[in-house]
């Protein structure tokens, strides 16, 4: 790498962590210290109108920062990771800035980011529906044997009751008349080589984050969830994707009769520290991942980061 293009390379701050971690705060100090753009990596912050259950910034704070990929997709709509790798990368190539900060929880989103996808084949509705009415049919078991058919060797490490990669692998297969594995082999992923970053997180000890959760789900009902939510379901029904989310379902459940009002509001607080649990489990594995026991040496990392 020469010395121009050495001052020249973008760097990303990748703050994420479990949810209720302070990703949030902490992304809008470092980059209003920085003036840094921030790049929201959270899958569903994108969806418009679905505002207090995702703890979206509010509008102060993103008309004081630049926020990317909030409120961009139409509740009723399909989003995948495909479009989040094209979006995220072309601002981050097309901004005059030169510093980012990928904030977020979503690690599919921050792992499509870094390493990219294999070369996708579009989704084919119509090959899709015919699918399903054969599993209505003749049941999953018989798309699963064609798939032994078709890839062998595939069907070795794929789970008879994986009806979505079931179908994916079917899709490719009609689509490109070649084997999937043959297909995945052909398309190696494409890793984001513009850029220069760190990962990092808070570390908070259990009881903490807990009770961050807990406070967070009270905020939640002080702002109007429950309004929040009866309006989302007049507007858009029940079967959109956000909506069946964590904050989400559990007053659907309440509106529907399911559930007290009380049992509604506990049990989106049992569900997001079950869901902290489990982001913990996958972020402890990730070799790359700086933590940090407060935001003080957290700063002091990024400083050096970005004056070197």
């Excluded at 890839?151 to 490490?157: G, Q, R, V």
């Amino acid at each position: 790498m020469t010395t121009t293009e050495k001052y020249n390379i973008k760097k990303v701050i990748i703050l994420t962590g479990p949810t209720c971690s302070n990703k949030t705060e902490n992304s809008i100090k470092i980059a209003t210290k920085y003036n840094a753009e921030i790049i929201s990596a959270d899958s569903l912050q994108i969806y418009k109108n679905f505002d207090i259950g995702t703890s979206k910034p509010n509008k102060v704070q993103r008309k004081k920062i630049i926020h990317h990929l909030i409120d961009i997709v139409d509740p009723k709509d399909e989003y995948d990771a495909w479009k989040y790798m094209d979006e995220s990368r072309k601002i981050v190539r097309s901004s005059k800035n030169k510093l980012f900060i990928l904030s977020g929880g979503t690690q599919l989103y921050i792992d499509v980011f870094l390493n990219g996808l294999s070369e996708g084949i579009s989704k084919n509705i119509d090959l899709r529906d015919e699918l399903e009415e054969r599993i209505k049919k003749f049941g999953l078991a018989s798309l699963h044997k064609e798939i032994i058919k078709v890839d062998p060797s595939l069907s070795e490490k794929l789970s008879k009751n994986d009806k979505s990669r079931i179908i994916r692998y079917l899709e490719i297969f009609y689509s490109t008349k070649t084997k999937p594995s043959e297909h995945f082999e052909k398309n190696i992923k494409k890793k984001f080589d513009d850029i220069k970053y760190i990962k990092t997180s808070l570390n908070f000890d259990k009881k903490v984050l807990d009770k961050r959760i807990e406070d967070r789900v009270q905020a939640m009902v002080k702002k109007g969830l429950l309004n929040e939510v009866q309006s989302l379901l007049n507007k858009y029904g029940s079967n959109v994707k956000p909506i069946k989310s964590i904050g989400y379902k559990e007053i659907v459940d309440f509106l529907n009769n399911k559930t007290s009002y009380d049992e509604s509001i506990n049990k989106i607080v049992i569900n997001t520290r079950r869901l902290a649990k489990r982001q913990l489990t996958w972020l402890r594995k990730d070799k790359e991942l700086n933590w940090f026991k407060s935001y003080k040496d957290l700063e002091k990392f990024i400083e050096k980061f970005i004056t070197n």
